[in-house]
């Protein structure tokens, strides 16, 4: 139905446009009070098996949205009715910012993958502070993920995050470093371990200073050499961080025809974001948290990186192109498939191929 709907009249339209109107629809069931809570009832992840803890936390699925999704919170409990087991909101900056020029989010429907460069259009820290504060119908994990203003220059970017982190620490389930997103000039940069220790010890301090001590992850790049992704795995571990999102969008075009400029991701990214999982989990085990986003689509996806070491997955573009029953199909599908093996928690599949020949099967 959904691909039908897809094809026939959602893929005519412009993607930002369409993306507006679902966040404004989703905005609007976050306020009604009983659909939402009928939804969630239905639809969200509800098998126990299937229940992650991390960093503290408690999730009731491995699968989440991953950022820029939900840029402003102005829908994460209408994502979670939908079945989603987290939901990370963000990219948020300490200021407000229009982003990029328009056009700037572009569908390549045979590679199932998408393009933007929306450059972290936002409210500001401030805004989402407000609208994170209120109380909630429905039970949902809330990530934040903060990134540097785009006119803050690069001297500055340590003040800018901790800007962010003052106001959005406190309300969020865990908190993320953004550094790794394409469009926002000079940004990953950030990834190199001179500038991102300062950044990291910085927001940290903040991070650990709330009342739950908010848990800090940082999510990087899939353009990083292997060399770099070690290194920001050494850094992690050594500043105590809870956990690494790996992989953000890509600026390789490697199997796709479209030369815009902006992150790719989708599909033709599933297979160097697996790579990055399986380098981190050799190199850090199961000493912090990782999360796994890029190209994830389906049941099978979320599964392989689960036995690759994801304690968490997150998905953005297969939900465009699923649907929007995407993450709910998933969870049940998951827990269908560890109750065939007899698997009482999820948690039991993680890491079990990293660096063994056990796979618990496909
Ligand atoms: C339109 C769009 C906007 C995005 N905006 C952000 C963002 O603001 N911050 C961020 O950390 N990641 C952002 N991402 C990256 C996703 O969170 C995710 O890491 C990436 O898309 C790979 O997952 P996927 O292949 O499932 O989409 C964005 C992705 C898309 C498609």
């Given at each position: ?7 026939l009249l ?5 993607a ?8 404004g629809?989703l905005?609007l069931?976050?306020?009604?009070p009983?659909v ?9 992840p509800?098998?126990?098996a299937?229940r ?47 982003g990029?020029?328009?056009?700037r ?10 393009i933007?460069?929306m ?30 203003t ?30 790794s ?15 991102l ?9 903040v ?15 899939p ?5 770099d ?16 999102i ?16 902006g ?40 599964w392989?990186?689960?036995l ?8 953005y573009t ?31 599949v ?7 020949a ?5």
């Amino acid at each position: 139905m959904y691909k039908f709907v897809f094809s026939l009249l959602l893929s005519r339209l412009d993607a930002e446009q369409v993306h507006h109107a679902t966040v404004g629809a989703l905005a609007l069931l976050s306020r009604a009070p009983v659909v939402k809570k009928v939804l969630h009832r239905r639809l969200a992840p509800r098998d126990p098996a299937l229940r992650v803890e991390a960093f503290g936390v408690h999730f009731p699925g491995p699968l989440g949205l991953a950022a820029g999704f939900d840029k402003d919170a102005a829908c994460a409990e209408g994502l979670a009715a939908f079945g989603f087991g987290h939901v990370e909101v963000g990219t948020i900056t300490a200021h407000a910012q229009p982003g990029n020029a328009r056009p700037r989010l572009f569908r390549l429907p045979r590679e199932r993958a998408l393009i933007n460069r929306m450059g972290f259009n936002n409210g500001g820290a401030h805004a989402a502070a407000r609208r994170l504060s209120r109380p909630r119908g429905v039970p949902v994990v809330v990530g934040v993920n903060i990134g540097k203003t785009k006119v803050v220059p690069e001297s500055a970017a340590v003040d800018d995050y901790v800007t962010s982190a003052k106001e959005l620490a406190p309300l969020a389930d865990y908190l993320v470093v953004n550094v790794s997103s394409p469009n926002t000039p000079g940004l990953r940069d950030l990834q190199a371990v001179e500038l991102l220790r300062p950044l990291l010890v910085a927001v940290k301090q903040v991070a650990d200073g709330t009342p739950r001590r908010t848990p800090l992850l940082v999510k990087i790049a899939p353009d990083l050499s292997d060399e770099d992704v070690d290194a920001v795995a050494d850094l992690a571990l050594d500043l105590g961080l809870d956990g690494i999102i790996a992989t953000n969008t890509t600026i390789s075009r490697a199997g796709v025809s479209s030369r815009e400029t902006g992150g790719l991701s989708g599909r033709p990214l599933k297979a160097r974001s697996l790579e990055v999982l399986r380098r981190l989990r050799a190199r850090v085990g199961d000493r912090i948290t990782l999360v796994s986003a890029g190209g994830v689509e389906n049941a099978d996806d979320v599964w392989e990186r689960l036995l690759a070491g994801a304690t968490l997955v997150q998905g953005y573009t297969g939900m465009i192109y699923g649907g929007p029953l995407w993450a709910s199909r998933i969870h049940r599908q998951l827990s269908r498939r560890l109750r065939l093996r007899g698997i009482t928690s999820v948690r039991e599949v993680v890491g079990r191929t990293a660096g063994s020949a056990d796979t618990l099967g496909g």
